[in-house]
Nanobody, 120 residues
Framework: QVQLVESGGGSVQAGGSLRLSCAAS????????MGWYRQSPGKQRELVAN???????VYADFVKGRFTISLNHAKNTVNLLMNSLKPEDTAVYYC??????????????WGQGTQVTVSS
């Protein structure tokens, strides 16, 4: 079992910045990747950014150039620096941890979610 603890959500005005952190602990044998997803009311959960154990990153088009994901593999921690925030970034942000290797995912775990609210 893997436990995820998220922190760093909150409220900010448009154009501001927030930093989310997620720390994984427990039975971590092999990390395939960690990432952040978000979900707004009435919408499906969507990928924001993902980072593989080797450092390769994937970003959703709507955050490219504004958000930066980083991984501390030794501490099993992933951070998401969010700059130039927009009201449409308002959502609950969830951390996801994938067990596996390469492109193979053998199991996934989710954090409890942290609210990000951006006011205009």
């Amino acid at each position: 079992q893997v436990q995820l603890v998220e922190s760093g959500g909150g409220s900010v005005q448009a154009g501001g910045s927030l930093r989310l952190s997620c720390a994984a602990s427990g039975r971590i044998f092999n990390m395939q990747s960690m990432g952040w997803y978000r979900q707004s009311p009435g919408k499906q959960r969507e990928l924001v950014a993902n980072v593989g154990s080797g450092g390769d990153t994937v970003y959703a088009d709507f955050v490219k150039g504004r958000f930066t994901i980083s991984l501390n593999h030794a501490k099993n921690t992933v951070n998401l620096l969010m700059n130039s925030l927009k009201p449409e970034d308002t959502a609950v942000y969830y951390c996801k941890f994938n067990l596996g290797s390469g492109t193979f995912v053998q199991g996934s775990y989710w954090g409890q979610g942290t609210q990000v609210t951006v006011s205009s």
